[in-house]
């Protein structure tokens, strides 16, 4: 019984992980028509800069960390967005090979700055403990993790539904045509989502860390997880990411734990079942 | 004028087996390889309008299956040859149906996700794959018995292929298909009106390009004799997409050219640089920020402007 | 009009289609008989087009039938109504720019060809099909262009061509998504005279948006307004309508 409690709490943790991954994914993509192929990197890059800072200066409070490696993953994404995503405006094909080249930037990058071995990131002192609740022993973190995922969730879901910013991205997300015509700046509004999108990712990369650990490939384990939650959950639905990044969670946590040399095609298959009939995905407003 | 460059072409591809030494031959075999699978994803990219970052999966895929059923379960090369394209064919008509829910940037979304699962897989799957070891004890066919142990043979032996590959897919683009894929990519509204099947038209040619892809993965584990989970990763991928977009995407050829830059970029690129993502990716940044159809008329663009100037 | 009536060429019975919240067609049927000249006008916004690309099949319809020769082709794909019989033009233009005229008619002859799905021999190496391009744009004028790329020809000229490739497939139904537009006042005679010397073993069904122009090509004209038919049958009755007048007045 405690293998299943274990595996379902992993299964929620890797979910809320992937929720605060995709999250950016499915916006920039719903926004920008932009299939954001770095964001596996950014990802890989906050986890880097929480594994590296918390290191080499002991003492250094992960949450603090998380929020730090979010601004400077927000500002690398965001300068990247200006200086390149931009100038290749009628070029929608060109916007996704410049991210590729970007993901093989970053990713090579980490290698020559950090090396190839894998760098752990300690677990906050203060939640070290295991927790016991009804009479089941539970890492403590990783249930602070599904706390942070749907406090983020929540989060996110008044900044797109009841902010002004938020009515803008919707609008946009429907008609960018129109939404430009009533005045809506939606160049501006790209950058911000843009750097959104890739803080959240930074910032989860931190707070993944204790869990995954910061190792080259990260980028490329994430990103294709990312990709899958977004097929399933629909472009540009923020509850479809939600729902898809929980039942990826599961099925990767429990597939691997099961049958671990199947684990991939265990995701594969739901991804099909759902492009077979569904292909704008479970909630999706817009079609891939 | 066609003629000249035919000849320089031919003399070309006939000399290096007579004048260069064996690492130059060798580095031919490869851009050999590198261009049927280059051109292979062209008839998607360029031909068809689909682009897709998972044509590794084809290349891959081949690889493993012609490895495994030669090292492992003792079948000679023309039967494991055989099985292993149709193998690779079934997957590639498998996964044709899968991507071809989508187009533009969800097509190319799926095909990604679809490869990264077999890169998993192979990954993963040590008991069949040997995971991150790879399969080694590979050797190459004996066609008509000839051995095709030296340098020199598997040169004209891959020479060969690529140029069955390169007039069979000639053929195929200027065959009455080939204009109705053209159409289809161009106008599929209209083409649907016309009378045509674009879902169908599509469907053939992403498991064509997948025949070829498979062919260019027997060539590859023949020439390294030893298969490893990278030739299934996105890198590999991106590496023919480069090819195709830096040689144009617009001929038949153009990627074969794009494929053998990139090819000899990594090949000499490495001698100094370690690191030859890094340099894949800024390659990717340049070519598509500065020369987005290709080198040719990047150049030809760059030179123009720069005679401008100086005039 | 007998709605059991299998002599219809074209039969449209209560279709209805709607965006999320927005109805644009609401309860439309057409009857349209074979050789019938139908016009179908109505203000911007009216659902021409939408009914246009219902019956290509383009788009699916909510609910309703259509009928093509008496044969329900209301979930067919388009591609295979193009067997079935049914051509049609677009609004704006959708030839292959970069390719020849005679490019263009050729593949447009190919789409109901078995032929269309050869994978060796070269489309140059169809002789017949050349010649029946060639001959295709000998009736519309243009035969002179035949070597010329698409993107090189007068707008008035590239809707000739469209209509000669929609013609040249030996339609039984022909659609024509405003036909006259853009054209100038001598490239519009030209069109229309070309509309009007086709065979009467095609019916025809345009959408104008300008009543003028397209009267007296019509036999029968239907009037529609807000995705619903307003008023249908004879045209000089239907131009005497006062509904008609309401909906362009008040427009």
Known sequence: MQFWIIQGLNSLSLGGLLFL??????????????????????????????????????GLDLWLTAIGAGIIVAALGGLFERLVLTRLKTNPLGQVLVTLGMAFIISDACLVLWGGDSIPVPTPHNLQAPTRMFGFVFPTYRLVLVGIAVAAAIALHILIDRTRLGAMIRAGVDDRQMARAVGIPVSRLFTIVFC????????????????????????????????????????????????????????????????????????????????????QGLFGRVSA | MKWIGGALIAAALLLPPFVAGDFYINLASQIFIAAIFAMSLNLL?????????????????????AALLTTRYGFDHGAAAALSILGTVAMAAFFGVIALRASGLGFLMITLALSQVLWGLAYRMSGITNGDNGITGMTRPEPFGISLESPVAFYWFSLTVTVIAFVLMAVFVSSSFGSSLKGVRDQPRRMAALGFNPW?????????????????????????????????????????????????????????????LVLLLKNYASAYIERWNMLLGLVFLFIVLVMPTGIVPGVQKLTSRFRGRSS | MNAASPDLALEVTALNKAFGGLKVTQGVSLAVRPGERRLIIGPNGAGKTTLFNQISGDLRPNSGQIKLFGEDVTTLAPHRRAHRGLSRTYQIITLFAGDT??????????????????????????RHLAEEARRTLDSVGLLHL???????????????VELAMALSQKPRVLLLDEPLAGLSDGERKTVKALIASISKEVTVVMIEHDMDTALDLAETVTLLNYGRVIVDGERDQVIADERTREVYLGA
């Open chain 3, 101 to 126: 005229l005679e490019h263009n008619v050729t593949l447009g002859l190919l789409g109901l060809l078995p032929s269309r799905w050869q994978m060796w021999r070269p489309l140059a190496s169809y």
């Open chain 2, 45 to 65: 990219v360029g031909f068809g309008g689909m682009t897709s970052l998972g044509h590794a999966s084809y290349l891959g895929v081949a690889a493993y299956l």
């Open chain 1, 196 to 279: 959104l999108g890739a803080g959240i990712a930074g910032a989860a990369g931190v707070l993944g860390g204790p869990i995954l650990s910061a190792y080259p490939g990260l980028d490329a384990d994430m990103l294709p997880l990312a990709l899958i939650v977004v097929i399933l959950g629909g472009i540009g639905s923020l509850f479809g990411a939600f729902v898809g990044s929980f039942i990826i969670g599961f099925i990767y946590t429990f597939g691997t734990a099961l049958f671990p040399e199947l684990a991939y095609i265990i995701l594969f298959l739901p991804m099909i079942f759902v492009i077979a009939f569904r292909p």
């Open chain 1, 21 to 58: 991954l995709s999250s950016g994914f499915s916006l920039i993509f719903g926004l920008m028509r932009l299939a954001n192929l770095t964001h596996g990197a950014f990802f890989m890059l906050g986890t880097y800069f929480g594994a590296v800072a918390m290191r080499d200066y002991s």
């Open chain 2, 200 to 260: 169908m038209i599509r469907w053939i040619t992403f498991v064509y390009a997948g025949f070829w892809g498979a062919v260019s993965g027997l060539l590859y584990v023949y020439y390294n004799k030893y298969i490893h989970p990278t030739s299934l990763s996105t890198t590999s991928s991106a590496e023919a997409l480069l090819g195709v977009i830096a040689g144009g995407s617009g001929t038949l050829a153009g990627p074969a050219v794009g494929a053998a």
């Open chain 3, 146 to 160: 035949a070597g010329h790329p698409v993107s090189e020809l007068a707008y008035g000229e590239k809707r000739r």
